[in-house]
């Protein structure tokens, strides 16, 4: 039989070098680097909304306003108050020129003018306030109010992003994973919606604190993507994050099909010997992904059998059919 005479036939890997610590593999969300949830000082009743989810907007355009009867008529007040007020004092410079007012007096009337002064100041700033302009080049990401709607002080009424100073991908770990994680800890970035590609980022922020509503500690990735990318918040990214402590040391790597049996730790595999297959005790760190991390039992370059493994018995002849790089 000729093809007893060729051996088995099976493909074969190359055992590899990779980083001792397994990465940590999680899934997050894309997002503006920027995002800046925009509110009125004022509260009062929103008079109109100019934009909609999803739009491009310029910086300095406007976004939002409020209805302006009650916030102009406090500006008036105030200003009349104060005017009043500045008129007073200046009636009294003259009075007390002629010694016929105390200097405490016009004291009194100096600190009244710079009290409504400050008052009109501030209804001025109010009424500045009353509307909501971009401050700067950006998506509309979310409309959180709607026109006509009484909305207190502070209430965030549009989410902008802007992509100026890049993409992030926000996640969230356990705390078993958070202590491995570090700023500056290289990240790879895999995205639904480019199939094949693999983007490269930097871990720039890790939580000191819990979300309270699930348990566990958000990260960010900054990452950057060529111009004729585009990326949209809500993007579902697969994030692979690799330890720094990670590359101090190296350790073998096989690809996990290469595994035919095992205990607890401890696991077989055959290693090409020639035209023949080899069974070899390997001890086992971890598994990263397909592929496994191996503490002890074979050094780095081994050829060794992936597929068809499982078929094989100590000393057996076989015939690669090709070498894959692992």
Do not use: C, W
Not at 149 to 168: A, D, N
Not at 243 to 268: C, F, H, K, R, W
Not at 276 to 304: E, H, M, N, Y
């Amino acid at each position: 039989d000729p093809t007893a005479d060729q051996g088995t036939p099976v493909r074969t890997g190359i055992a590899s070098s990779g980083p001792a610590i397994a990465s940590l593999r999680t899934n997050g969300i894309v997002a503006a680097r920027d995002e800046m949830r925009l509110s009125f000082k004022t509260g009062g009743i929103i008079r109109r909304i100019t934009v909609q989810e999803g739009q491009s907007v310029k910086q300095g355009q406007l976004l939002a306003e409020l209805e302006l009867t009650e916030i102009n008529a406090q500006f008036q007040q105030a200003k009349q108050v104060a005017d009043k007020a500045a008129r007073d004092l200046e009636r009294g410079e003259r009075l007390h020129a002629d010694q016929v007012i105390s200097l405490e007096a016009l004291q009194n009337l100096r600190t009244q003018a710079a009290i409504t002064a400050a008052a009109r100041d501030a209804a001025r700033f109010n009424l500045g306030q009353s509307t909501i302009v971009a401050p700067r080049d950006g998506v509309i990401l979310r409309q959180l109010a709607e026109e006509r709607e009484l909305v207190p002080p502070g209430q965030p009424i549009i989410v902008l992003g802007s992509s100026e100073r890049g993409h992030v991908v926000r996640a969230a770990v356990s705390d078993r994973d958070l202590v491995r994680i570090n700023v500056g800890d290289r990240a790879e970035i895999r995205l639904d919606a480019y199939p094949g590609r693999v983007f490269t980022g930097k871990v720039h922020e890790v939580s000191a604190a819990a979300d309270p509503r699930n348990g566990l500690f958000p990260i960010e990735v900054h990452f950057e993507v060529p111009a004729d990318t585009k990326l949209a918040t809500g993007f579902v990214a697969k994030l692979q994050v690799t330890p720094a402590a990670a590359t101090a040391s190296n350790l073998t790597y096989i690809p996990i099909a290469a595994l035919v049996e095992g205990d607890g730790n401890i696991a077989q595999v055959f290693v090409v010997d020639g035209a023949v297959a080899r069974k070899r005790q390997v001890q086992v760190a971890f598994i990263d992904g397909d592929t496994v991390a191996l503490a002890s039992g074979l050094a780095i370059g081994t050829v060794l059998v992936t597929e068809g493994a499982l078929y094989l018995v100590d000393g057996e002849r076989i015939s690669p059919v090709t070498t894959e790089a692992n």
